[in-house]
């Protein structure tokens, strides 16, 4: 027998008959260190990489992309890393998400069941290399909700635990945990505020200034002209100043000794920059230029009830950022059609804003949207799935009331782009949940469409 050749062994154990499954590494870590130089993100990424490699005979490809959230909690869904990461499932670029574990995904047990359905959807497998969760198909679906279910419990220990802690020490005037505020360093034996005499010499003169009568907006360009930033924190900070962030400093009790504590203040053991009087008179400035009183922040609206149909949907075609919202009064669902309304693009500390300026009739950008879901357009929507069943919707709009809209746009549009001279400039709806209205809808009406990504 003839004797088998290097590569005859090699095809054995690569599985070059195998199929290419193209594998994400997903990363995630909770707090962010600057002087940090092997982060966790790193030694999860090695260890998912190692994991991979060895599923190289089933065909596992490793991606050189990286999806990593350093300094992100795993509370929040919303993650810049993990939204690259789902940008990439839609397009079709990743077959397998790899992580070290499945409290690096999410901490959420109602998170998990969102994330799990979606990568579902997509035609994603999840596979997690420690805590025995690496199970394949049905098993694995049983296995990773328990220890979802173990990895929320935990958070919520952790939680209760450090608020306890902190809550404690403000009672105390102690500094417990956060950025450390201009003007202040942290002692590093104690971790309490002790003053930094070159920055205190500014926020001395914000205060000064704002008793003296200026505007917060005037003493941020002042400090600006002078070459003041704002306040490092890590990669963070080092901006320029802008009256909010002006008014952030003029309005904290940190800078007379004080400290934020149920409701109140409470007297912090830090020495205090400014003087009570000083504070009184730049505190009495700020009331005085107010044109009318502050209303107390609510909770947020649920989607349904926001008067705003696009928040967070509707993005500036000049910068890409999301357009903020604006009103000259107080707005809510049920006056929504009669009060004023805007979408803005606002400039904040690092960029101005877009010029000419990017402003829209809210009433005006939602009626035109609504009408681009209504008919269907193919010269707008091309993709014929979404066509299918933006039809199949076109008789029920109309019976619809305002919270029923509200919840059919947020989940069917993924992103608009507006721009000031176009109007609507781009419109990208979310296949995924258009797949999964088609699913659910079953029958016949929808059996003739091609599957998505075929030919």
Request: overall charge positive.
């Amino acid at each position: 027998m003839a004797p088998t050749s290097t590569e005859s062994v090699r095809d054995m154990f690569t599985g070059r008959d195998q199929p290419v499954l193209r594998c994400a590494v997903y990363t995630r870590q909770s707090v962010a260190n600057a002087e940090q130089d092997l982060t966790s993100c790193d030694v999860q990424r090695e260890r998912c990489e190692n994991y991979v490699r060895a599923m190289q005979y089933e065909g596992w490809q490793l991606l050189d992309e990286h999806f990593d959230d350093l300094g992100v909690s795993g509370a929040e869904l919303s993650r810049p890393g993990l939204d690259k990461l789902k940008s990439w499932c839609v397009q079709g670029r990743v077959d397998i998400v790899v992580a070290t574990r499945l409290d690096r995904l999410n901490r959420k047990m109602s998170h998990w069941v969102q994330l799990a359905d979606w990568f579902k959807q997509a035609g994603i497998e999840l596979v997690f290399v420690d805590g025995g969760t690496n199970a394949r198909g049905p098993l694995a679906d049983l296995v990773n909700n328990i220890v979802a279910s173990f990895a929320e419990f935990e958070r919520e220990l952790i939680r209760e635990r450090l608020l306890d802690a902190h809550a404690r020490m403000r009672e105390r005037g102690l500094r417990s945990a956060g950025r450390v505020p201009l003007g202040y360093k942290a002692d590093l034996a104690t971790r309490q505020l002790v003053i930094d005499d070159e920055e205190a010499v500014v926020v001395r003169a914000f205060f000064e200034r704002c008793a003296a009568g200026e505007s917060a907006a005037s003493i941020a360009r002042w400090a600006n002209d002078a070459g003041h930033r704002t306040k490092v924190h890590g990669r963070h900070g080092g901006n320029r100043w802008s009256g909010r962030t002006v008014l952030q400093i003029l309005r904290n009790p940190i800078f007379v000794g004080e400290r934020v504590h149920a409701g109140g203040t409470v007297e912090g053991v830090h020495e205090g920059i400014i003087d009570a009087d000083l504070a009184q008179r730049a505190w009495r400035a700020i009331d005085e230029r107010r044109t009318r009183p502050p209303e107390p922040r609510g909770p947020a609206l649920e989607w349904d009830r926001d008067p705003y149909m696009l928040r967070g949907l509707l993005r500036c075609a000049g910068c890409e950022r999301v357009m903020t919202t604006s009103a000259s009064t107080r707005v809510t669902i049920d006056n929504a059609d009669e009060v004023p309304r805007y979408y803005r693009c606002r400039g904040d500390a690092e960029r101005p804003a877009c010029t000419p300026s990017a402003q829209v009739s809210a009433q005006k950008v939602e009626a035109i949207v609504l009408a681009v879901l209504k008919k269907a357009d193919p010269r707008t929507i091309s993709d014929r799935r979404s066509r299918a069943l933006l039809e199949h919707l076109r008789p029920s709009w109309d019976t619809w009331s305002r919270p029923e809209r509200n919840r059919m746009v947020r989940d069917l549009v993924w992103s608009i782009r507006w721009s000031p001279r176009r109007g609507l400039a781009g419109f990208t709806l979310d296949t995924i949940a258009i797949d999964n209205f088609i699913e659910q809808g079953g029958g016949e009406r929808f059996a003739d469409l091609p599957r998505r990504g075929s030919a």
